[in-house]
C-alpha cells in the first residue's frame, strides 16, 4: 500500500455537489493498494497514519506530536492514482493498482483500522471509486509519502568488491 498523508488546517470532500466528508485539524490520507496487499500492509499504514509526528509540541519542539496527541481528525481517501507508473509515454498506466473488488475491500479494511486505532467519530471517508472534489488547506506544507511494499523498503546494500579484484580493475 502506498499513501500520502498531508497535515491539514481543514479538507473535505465532494460528490455530485454533496459535501460528503470535512475535517478540521489534523491529516488528509490519499491511500492506494497495490496487487498483493494484505491485510499486514493495511495494519501497518494505518498504525503508521495515526502515530507519524507531524507537529510541535507546546515548548516549541519539532515533530513531537501525532494527530492523536493533539486531538486531530483524519480523512481518508482512495487515490488508485498514487500506483500510476509514468516511465513511458505520456499516459499514465495503471497496473501497479489492486483490481476494483479486491482493492475496496482492502481500502475499507485499512480505513476501519484507522478508525479502531483512534476514535471513530474522528476518521471520515470519501467514496470509493466516486469522481471526488477533495480541498485542503495545507498546513506548513507538510506532505509526507508513506509505502508499505517491500520494493520501497529494501534498499540495495553496495556489494564490495574483493580487494583482488580491485587490484585486478586498477592495472
Known amino acids: 500500500m502506498k499513501a500520502i498523508l498531508q497535515r491539514v488546517l481543514s479538507a473535505s470532500v465532494t460528490v455530485e455537489k454533496e459535501m460528503v466528508s470535512s475535517i478540521g485539524r489534523g491529516v488528509l490520507v490519499f491511500a492506494a493498494v497495490a496487487p498483493g496487499d494484505t491485510e499486514k500492509e493495511a495494519d501497518s499504514l494505518a498504525a503508521k497514519v495515526l502515530k507519524m509526528k507531524l507537529w510541535d509540541d507546546d515548548a516549541g519542539a519539532r515533530w513531537k506530536k501525532s ?89 540495495e546494500k553496495p556489494v564490495k568488491a574483493p580487494a583482488s579484484q580491485v587490484h585486478l580493475e586498477k592495472q
Open 67 to 155: 494527530v492523536q496527541e493533539i486531538g486531530g481528525e483524519v480523512l481518508c481517501v482512495s487515490q488508485f492514482t498514487l500506483l500510476a507508473s509514468t516511465k513511458k509515454g505520456n499516459k499514465p498506466d495503471f497496473h501497479g493498482a489492486a483490481g476494483g473488488d479486491e482493492a475496496k475491500r482492502l481500502y475499507q479494511y485499512f480505513f476501519e483500522k484507522v478508525q479502531q486505532g483512534y476514535t471513530a467519530e474522528r476518521v471520515k471517508n470519501g467514496v470509493f471509486q466516486a469522481m471526488m472534489e477533495v480541498a485542503l488547506v495545507n498546513d506548513g506544507p507538510v506532505t509526507l509519502e508513506l509505502s508499505t511494499s517491500q520494493k520501497a523498503e529494501k534498499k
